[in-house]
């Protein structure tokens, strides 16, 4: 290949460059000469609408030529002279945030990543590979870019991998999974961030000159605070519909750092991946180091494009059985919280069952016998039933659900110890903690060490124990409520900097493990809420538990953030006691999820029965739409006093629209909410429908309106009623 020939010249105007302080931009330097023709020709990653263009220079070095839409002609990508490095490493030229940086056995912290070859195939009609090669001259270091491409979805998955034949390990200390750049007159970052019992929260701000990192440092419960999905708008503000926008989101359950780097000339640079702090990763000879996938998509029509598009991906790919239909239930955790016996969940039982749920889940306290569950200060790790609250064991309920007709699930939270536990009598060596110091309890539990494969084994042989030993368990909520402090494993020995990563790999291992002999059980992903929601844990879970809080009001907003990145069938919404609003309020707001219910059914009145065996009955008519639908934000609740939202089927024939009004003014009603995503042709006939029993629609609809009418003049839905939520029903009708 001639540009190896032209190698050593080129080292020697790097150098030159270098010393004379012309400046190390080599890379972008090297954009501005005129007439420049790449080494290979535009190496096309695309989509239907889609593309990312790379091309290798004769300089041996990969390029980026082009991240946005996809162009007609794909002879004209290697035309745009803006460029930038595909994935820079660091210890040479680079000046800024690197992807990549590692040292040599012999301590030489540089890494200069070649060309060497790619390769693009068709893994099925809708999804394609290509890997491009790239490698050290010096040092026998290769790095693999990988991107899988889902061409209806337009989403592309990219991940790397590091692999090296010196003879001493090589040390890896930053690992990116992707470097993705943009061009742009400006940068609008959504991110999405919270704590406990108020996760997911949008916030938007305009990138400035210099680097913004989101990231997690907890180890477990590790998207509590931040979570690994943004948003980046180009040249404006974010909006639901205008302008472009990537999207993106992070498969992993631990650490990840998401930067952001606006450079000196403008453009700006976005690295995602694994967090690397204090994650010094030893890669010995021949081992390779796999990054977790990054996920993301383009749109040339805002957000609400963006995040429909990562949603298919996710109904389609992403997560665990995206299109099987999932269950609704009744969870007994703030019905009865530890305090319950058989005659308190019989009744429950017997009560789900009556509503028409699909599901009992029993939640924690169950177990523990030399120390019961009675509250969280005890008995984690100890898996065995409580013979006092539940004398004939848990093959007793779950028959009791069988004969009502439904199902059984039960909590669980297999990677914690309680000091108070007769599994931290046995094994102390399990968990995570410093040698010389105190352990640090949080809700009075430790961390077991998932990096230790005895812990792993464990772990595997409680849950498939428990499903073996109650074969009517249909369903497991996985919690993990607390995250990591006294970082460290008395397993891993000298390489406590592996930790972060290995217990995430270790947590992948049991799942994977656990997936195979129970490949379509299913499941909730639960860390106090949402500690542990990404699309890395959802391939192996059905759902998610998004918050602790499921107060009506606050689980709006909260419920408003997951929408950009996860299907509803996945965000588990449940009716509760939490909130002063009404029944149809709460059952509104957790139907426009997975709906489920967590409360003493008694408590209710006759009417508020009825009307949740009604909404029941309608969720499980219209499900398919709210779940497998296009999700249509048209009204925020960070904008105004009301959020509506409407589900469109892919027909386009069928369409739920939900709107709630949170504290309006007087004067804040009736306007028009121009609805989106219909066929304008269509005719639809619109109906409140999941109405109180005795009440009527205070709606003066008429009898239909086309797709064009209600998309360009729309209907007025909102009332100025606070706390008020009404449920439409948009069908086409057959026109003659
Ligand atoms: C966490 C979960 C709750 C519940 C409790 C039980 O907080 O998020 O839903 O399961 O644990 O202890």
Do not use: C
């Given at each position: 290949m001639s540009w190896i020939k032209r190698l050593p010249l080129l080292k020697n105007i790097v150098q030159y460059a270098f010393r004379c302080r012309l400046l190390g931009l080599i890379g972008l330097v090297w954009?501005?000469?005129?007439?420049y023709a790449g080494g290979t020709e535009p190496i096309v990653i695309a989509t239907d609408h889609v593309a990312l263009v790379y091309e290798a220079a004769d300089n041996g070095r990969l390029y980026q030529v082009h991240f946005g839409e996809r162009l007609d002609d794909q002879r004209e990508y290697g035309k745009n002279q803006w460029r930038r490095e595909a994935y820079i490493a660091s210890g040479l030229d680079n000046l800024l945030e690197p992807a990549i940086r590692v040292i040599h056995g012999d301590k030489n912290p540089s890494l200069e990543l070649l060309y060497v070859d790619h390769k693009t195939g068709a893994i099925d009609k809708n999804v394609g590979l290509t890997t491009i090669t790239l490698k050290d001259p010096v040092y026998d270091l290769y790095v693999k870019l990988n991107f899988k491409t889902f061409s209806s979805e337009n989403v592309i998955e990219t991940w790397t991998e590091i692999r090296h034949n010196e003879t001493s390990p090589v040390t890896l200390t930053a690992f990116a999974s992707s470097m993705l750049h943009l061009n742009a007159k400006s940068y609008w970052l959504t991110q999405f961030h919270g704590a406990w019992f108020g996760e997911m929260n949008v916030a938007e701000s305009k990138l400035t000159s210099g680097i913004k990192v989101i990231d997690s440092?907890?180890?477990?419960?590790?998207?509590?605070?931040?979570?690994p999905n943004f948003i980046i708008s180009l040249d404006n503000p974010g909006s639901e519909q205008y302008g472009q926008c990537i999207a993106g989101t992070l498969g992993w359950s631990g650490n990840f750092k998401l930067a952001f780097e606006q450079d000196e000339q403008n453009s700006l640079r976005i690295i995602s991946g694994i967090n690397s702090f204090a994650s010094d990763y030893q890669l010995r000879q021949g081992q390779t180091f796999q990054t977790p996938a990054f996920v993301f998509t383009f749109s040339n029509k805002g957000a609400g494009l963006a995040s429909r598009n990562l949603k298919r991906w996710g109904l389609n790919y992403g997560v665990l059985d995206g299109k099987r239909d999932r269950l609704t239930l009744l969870n007994n955790w703030e019905a009865t919280f530890f305090d319950f016996d058989e005659r308190k969940l019989t009744r429950l039982i017997s009560d789900a069952s009556q509503l028409g749920l699909d599901l009992f889940l029993l939640d924690d306290g169950w177990f523990g016998n030399k120390y019961p569950r009675d509250n969280d200060g005890s008995s984690l790790g100890d898996w065995e039933v409580n013979k006092k609250k539940l004398p004939h064991g848990l093959r007793y309920l779950s028959k009791e659900a069988s004969g009502k007709g439904i199902k059984f699930g039960i909590w669980i939270e297999p990677e914690m110890v309680n000091p108070k536990s007769e599994l931290y009598e046995k094994h102390p060596d399990w968990v995570l903690r410093l040698p010389n110091r105190k352990e640090d309890v949080s809700r009075n539990q430790l961390v077991l060490d998932l990096a230790n494969p005895e812990v792993q084994d464990f772990i595997y042989a409680t849950l498939t124990g428990l499903l073996q030993d109650n074969p009517g368990i249909g369903y497991i909520k996985w919690d993990c409520n607390r995250m990591m402090s006294s970082q460290y494993s008395p397993f891993l020995k000298d390489d406590q900097s592996h930790l972060f990563i290995e217990y995430a790999r270790g947590l992948y291992t049991l799942l994977e493990r656990f997936r195979k002999k129970y490949p379509s059980l299913p499941m909730m992903l639960c860390s106090s809420g949402g500690g542990r929601v990404d699309y890395g844990a959802l391939r192996y879970f059905t759902e998610f538990w998004p918050s602790d809080n499921t107060n009506a009001f606050d689980r709006i907003f909260i419920q408003w953030g997951y929408s950009f990145f996860f299907p509803a069938s996945t965000v588990c919404s449940h009716v509760t006691?939490?909130?002063?609003?009404s029944i149809k309020f709460k059952t509104d707001v957790a139907m426009s999820g997975k709906l489920g219910f967590d409360l003493m059914l008694d408590h209710l009145n006759d009417h508020e029965r009825l009307f949740c065996k009604n909404a029941i009955k309608e969720y499980k008519r219209i499900s398919d739409v709210i779940w497998y639908g296009d999700l249509f934000r048209l009204v925020s609740p960070y904008e105004t006093e009301h959020a509506v939202t409407l589900s469109v089927d892919s027909t386009k024939n069928h369409a739920i629209l939900f709107v709630y009004n949170l504290h309006?003014?007087?004067?804040?009603?009736n306007k028009a909410v121009r609805l989106e995503g219909l066929n304008a042709q269509t005719l639809y006939q619109v109906d409140e429908i999941n109405l109180f029993p005795g009440t009527k629609t205070q709606f003066a609809l008429s009898a239909t309106y086309s797709g064009d009418y209600l998309m360009k003049v729309g209907i007025p839905v909102t009332s100025n009623e606070p706390l008020s939520s009404h449920v439409f029903e948009l069908k086409s009708i057959k026109q003659e």
């Open positions: 954009v501005n000469i005129p007439g440092k907890l180890g477990t419960k590790a998207t509590i605070f931040q979570s006691s939490a909130g002063n609003q309006p003014r007087h004067n804040d009603f």
